[in-house]
Each structure stands twice: as structure tokens, then as C-alpha cells.
């Protein structure tokens, strides 16, 4: 069994993101794996102010939910970021999720130590995207989310990209239905992936 950290980034429960994320925790679930999912926009997370505290003593400065979201970070298996398109990226509230694991960052690459935690951590990207363009509007966000997997430790499994949610909701579309529950299912022995519907 394993541990899986969900962070949800959307304000919008039980729309597309969440749609799209509860389908993949309901095939983890049923595996036995145990979830712990984050509303990230009921949480108070203040935006990283850059002031390098992290980089001298190896914490965060700021005392607010993410101390109890570190304590998940250094605890989970599995990471599953979902999050909305905003002008092509993540939205705000995931980016401040983001900003506040420099702190790994830090004690790595700043401070010279090593971020425990085992080496088999994989990373799962989610995100809807409401137009109906190709592929190619989730690539600018591509970078940023391998970066942030690379911080805590996590290799970068996979996408799962949904355009269209404007237009077609997820919930009437089967076929991610059934795909989303087969890797969510599947989770712990997951190939790499890339895929856009």
C-alpha cells in the first residue's frame, strides 16, 4: 500500500478538476492505496516571498498550512498535482503550492544536504483546459511541473491532459472515465504517459 498526497487546485469542487481527480483516487482507492487529498484552496498558503530563509536554515519562515503539507510531502509515495489551465499554467493557488517547495530546493542544492525520503516517488500531473485547442496550450506548463516534481524528489510519471471542458464536461465523457480508474488502479507500477483528450 501506498501513500498518496492529492492536491487539488481548483476553487471549483466537483467541477472538471475534481471530477478528473476523484476518478483516478477511486481506481487507488479500490487498490488499497491510502489518499490524502488537499483542497488547496481552503488552505492558508501564503505566496513564497523570496527571502532565502529556506536557503540558511533549511525550513520555511512562514508558519501557516504548509508546515502540515510538508509533513505530507516528506510522508507520501505518490504525488498527484491537478490543476485548471489559467492563461495556459497552473492557476494561482497550485503555483503558491509550488513556490513553497523551494524549500526542498534548498536543502538540496543551497545547503548541500540530501532530502531523504526513498528514490521510487513518482509524480502525476492532471489539468482541463476549457477551449478547445491542441495539445500543444498545456506544454508551457510542462516545465514548471517537471521542475517541482525534480524538487521533492518525485519522478515525473505522466499526464493527463482534458481540453474542451467548456464545451463537454468530464463527467459525460466515458472513455476518461474508465481510463482515469484504470490508472489510478494501476497507479504504483505506472509507465511513463502522455496523454490529451
Known amino acids: 500500500m501506498k501513500k498518496i498526497l492529492a492536491l487539488m487546485g481548483s476553487p471549483r469542487i466537483n467541477k472538471n478538476t475534481d471530477t478528473l481527480l476523484d ?8 487498490k488499497g492505496h491510502e489518499i490524502n487529498k488537499i483542497y488547496i484552496f481552503k488552505e492558508k498558503i501564503s505566496p513564497c516571498t523570496g527571502c532565502n530563509y529556506c536557503g540558511k536554515k533549511g525550513e520555511c519562515i512562514i508558519k501557516d498550512d504548509m508546515v502540515r503539507i510538508y509533513d505530507h510531502f516528506d510522508n507520501s509515495d505518490i504525488f498527484i498535482l491537478a490543476s485548471p489551465l489559467y492563461f495556459n499554467t497552473v492557476n494561482g493557488i497550485t503555483k503558491n503550492i509550488i513556490d513553497r517547495c523551494q524549500i526542498y530546493w534548498s536543502i538540496k542544492y543551497q545547503l ?20 478547445n485547442y491542441s495539445h500543444e496550450h498545456f ?6 511541473i517537471d521542475l517541482f516534481f525534480k524538487a521533492i524528489n518525485a519522478e515525473y510519471k505522466g499526464n493527463y491532459f482534458v481540453s ?16 482515469l ?3 489510478g488502479y ?12
Do not use: Q, W
Open 112 to 131: 548541500g544536504k540530501e532530502y531523504k525520503r526513498n528514490l521510487n516517488r513518482k509524480g502525476i500531473f492532471l489539468a482541463v483546459g476549457g477551449a
Open 164 to 179: 474542451g471542458t467548456d464545451y463537454t464536461p468530464i463527467g459525460v465523457r466515458k472513455c476518461i472515465k474508465d481510463e
Open 139 to 144: 506544454s508551457n506548463v510542462i516545465p514548471t
Open 23 to 30: 476518478l483516478m483516487l477511486k481506481g487507488a482507492e479500490d
Open 181 to 183: 480508474y484504470n490508472i
Open 186 to 197: 494501476n497507479i504504483d507500477n505506472m509507465e511513463n504517459f502522455y496523454i490529451h483528450r
